[in-house]
């Protein structure tokens, strides 16, 4: 089965960037999706197709893929963008494939 | 936009079945899939299976088949999961969550609110 793993905490003061990591074997040849999920609620898609931005989502989200990682980054931190992150990947044996998810802490 | 509005909580014995619903408005429901997400305490993200909203065919996870039963009642715009045989460790918040039409490797850009299933004796 296919598997995305991503750390488990990421600490950012405010206003500095924080970088997400999902790895995964040749993740780079699929398409991540990468969600938030605050305390008690159900996640929010932030990124999707390895870059784009649903509407709503603000500019300081971004994404990028290659080879066996992918990487949330989100620019200029604010305290409201304390959450769960997790990526998502669809493959042909594992169908849709969560990341183990990672807490942003904001300091 | 749209809006996901599923069923509430539920408490069952081990071995019960439990149905969850999931009823959309502020879209053409058969114009989309529709997954299922579950999330046990503390845990990530678990995706169980998803139903074709036009024509109804389904495909579950190897990790449900057999025990996850995806219908849908175009006429109310409700989708259902259905998990059977259950046991503790199927206490978790279940998620509907709409896909994108015709890929497979779709994004969920629609989510409803969740409901939380509780398996104790």
């Known amino acids: 089965s296919y598997v995305l793993t991503q750390p488990p905490s990421v600490s950012v003061a405010p206003g500095k960037t924080a970088r997400i990591t999902c790895g995964g074997n040749?993740?780079?040849?699929?398409?991540v999706h990468w969600y938030q999920q605050k305390p008690g609620q159900a996640p929010v898609l932030v990124i999707y197709?390895?870059?784009a931005r649903p509407s709503g989502i603000p500019e300081r989200f971004s994404g990028s893929n290659s080879g066996n990682t992918a990487t949330l980054t989100i620019s200029r931190v604010e305290a409201g963008d304390e959450a769960d992150y997790y990526c998502?990947?669809?493959?042909?044996?594992?169908?849709?494939?969560f990341g183990t998810g990672t807490k942003v802490t904001v300091l | 936009q749209g809006q996901l509005v599923q069923s509430g909580a539920e408490v069952k014995k081990p071995g019960a079945s439990v149905k969850v619903s999931c009823k959309a408005s502020?879209?053409?429901?058969?114009?989309?899939?529709m997954h299922w997400v579950r999330q046990a305490p503390g845990q990530r993200l678990q995706w169980m299976g998803w139903?074709?909203?036009?024509?109804?065919?389904?495909k579950y996870s190897q990790k449900f088949q057999g025990r996850v039963t995806i219908t849908r009642d175009t006429s109310a715009s409700t989708a259902y999961m259905e998990l059977s045989s259950l046991r503790s460790e199927d206490t978790a918040v279940y998620y509907c969550?709409?896909?994108?039409?015709?890929?497979?490797?779709?994004?969920?850009?629609?989510w409803g609110q969740g409901t939380m299933v509780t398996v104790s004796s």
């Open positions: 969550a709409r896909g994108e039409p015709t890929v497979t490797n779709d994004a969920f850009d629609l």
């Open positions: 998502q990947v669809w493959d042909s044996t594992s169908d849709h494939v």
């Open positions: 502020g879209y053409t429901f058969t114009h989309y899939p």
């Open positions: 197709y390895d870059g």
């Open positions: 139903i074709n909203g036009g024509n109804g065919n389904t």
């Open positions: 040749n993740i780079g040849s699929k398409s």
